[in-house]
């Protein structure tokens, strides 16, 4: 996409505005595949917390993508945006066995992450194929709200207790079908995805009825010109010759699963903000922006360095700026940027926006959130309106008079 597109939609659908490129998570999506060719069975869940707009989940349906969702209400928007159950993966963490009764009862596959449920569940449907979420004790990934495969993390099963974890198993008698981790997002090194795959590996060899093993995701994607970015083709390189390698050792041709959320749609979304004010202090020049944490939280929460550049003055000469939201905490999207020359009115682009940016959005500060808008054979699609004052009241209710009085 090009910023003269961007600053026309920035015009024609108003600020802020989030633009995603169905070109750019067609060719991930396709990248990704093609690095994993050489594998029999190969299944990608589109990990739909990263950016759960329903157009966004039926282009990758219709790319061949899978999902992979963390709640009930993700999965009933999977189910809405057309896809079967069968095609959904659910993969939570620390949910009520309520919840994953629910799901199992729409057909869904149920990943389980802890030994209680497993336990609880294994007792009452011991024919039900499921998956278990193994934490490989890996400490991998760009920060530490992002890193979640390590010792003192919440999530998965400890390999350390796959004896209990097998004893539950038998004496259940359940349905082991899949074994899955994730050890962290943004992760560079593939020697990490190879370290932890043998980690998975060495947990399949105690379970004779596997169909698939899913190995998460965490691939780093790159922020900005000639940045870093994990290595897939070298990893598909790599990892498929030791799934292979696996598979004819255990006997059978598993289904490789990916569930990547980044990877496929950060570089393709740009978030666009109009610049409010610029202010001279006496030690920085500040952009405030018509936005703030409550659209876009990641650099504030990972401290994740969004490249923002002025598309209103593509050409102009660089200054240093402080980029800042209009929420009433500091919300600084980036410091001491240089950015092309800013006035007033100008449109800003923040890069890498279609991951984990929209969806952790909220109405904070009683802002409305943002319009989406998919650009898709070189036109702009409008994917989710621009809240109204409406949409701040759904749900309020107004104590009657009386009560109000007392
Ligand atoms: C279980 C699980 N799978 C997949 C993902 C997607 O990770 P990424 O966006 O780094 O690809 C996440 C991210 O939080 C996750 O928790």
Known sequence: MQSKDLLQLAEQFGSPLYVYDAEKIKSQYERLTKAFSKVEKLRINYAMKALSNVAILQLLRDLGSCLDAVSIQEVQLGLHAGYSPDQIFFTPNGV???????????????????????????????????????????????????????????????VHQLPHLVRIVENTNMNIAGIHMHTGSDILDIEVFLYAAEILFDAARNFKNLEFLDFGSGFKVPYKKDD???????LGKKLSKRFNAFCAEYG???????????????????????????????????????????????PMFYGSSHHIENISNPKGKERFYSVVGYICETDTFASNRRIQEIAEGDILCFRNAGAYCYSMSSNYNSRYKPAEVLWINGEGHLIRAHETFEDLLRNQISLPASVAKQ
């Open 96 to 158: 009520s066995l309520e919840e994953i009764e629910e799901v199992h009862a729409l057909g869904v596959q149920i990943n389980i992450d802890n030994l209680s449920i497993l336990e609880q569940f294994g007792t009452k449907h011991p024919t039900v194929p499921v998956c278990i979420r193994i934490n490989p004790h890996v400490m991998a990934g760009g920060n530490e709200n992002i890193s979640v495969g390590h010792i003192d993390s919440k999530f998965g099963i400890s």
């Open 228 to 234: 870093i970015e994990t290595d897939i083709e070298e």
């Open 252 to 298: 059978k041709d598993l289904t490789l699963i990916f569930e990547p959320g980044k990877f496929l749609v950060s570089e393709a979304g740009f978030f666009l903000a109009k610049v409010n004010v610029v202010k001279q202090t006496t030690s920085t020049v500040f952009a405030g922006i018509d936005s703030g944490f409550n659209h876009l939280i990641r």
